[in-house]
Nanobody, 115 residues
Framework: QVQLAESGGGLVQPGGSLRLSCAAS????????MNWYRQAPGKQREFTAR???????YYAGSMKGRFTISRDNAKNMVYLQMNSLKPEDTAVYYC?????????WGQGTQVTVSS
């Protein structure tokens, strides 16, 4: 069982920045593939960013150049640095862990981009 807890969401103006954090349980964290997904009201959950156990990163097209995913294995943490935020980035952001054959989800943190 892997438990995930997101934090760092909030209200930010267009063009602003936020850093989301995800704290993960488990001694196997360094082996997990970690992802961020997001879900806007009335829309399906969508992939946002991924970081592999070796640090390789992947992003959805609309996030390239604006979002950066990173991890700190010593702290069992994964982060999503979000810059140049747009109103369409408003969503609940979820941390996700791929731990071998299982997938785990956090509860989500709300990000609202509005003037």
């Amino acid at each position: 069982q892997v438990q995930l807890a997101e934090s760092g969401g909030g209200l930010v103006q267009p063009g602003g920045s936020l850093r989301l954090s995800c704290a993960a349980s488990g001694s196997g964290f360094s082996f997990y593939v970690m992802n961020w997904y997001r879900q806007a009201p009335g829309k399906q959950r969508e992939f946002t960013a991924r970081i592999t156990s070796s640090g390789g990163t992947y992003y959805a097209g609309s996030m390239k150049g604006r979002f950066t995913i990173s991890r700190d294995n010593a702290k069992n943490m994964v982060y999503l640095q979000m810059n140049s935020l747009k109103p369409e980035d408003t969503a609940v952001y979820y941390c996700n862990a791929e731990a071998m054959s299982q997938t785990y989800w956090g509860q989500g943190t709300q990000v609202t981009v509005s003037s």
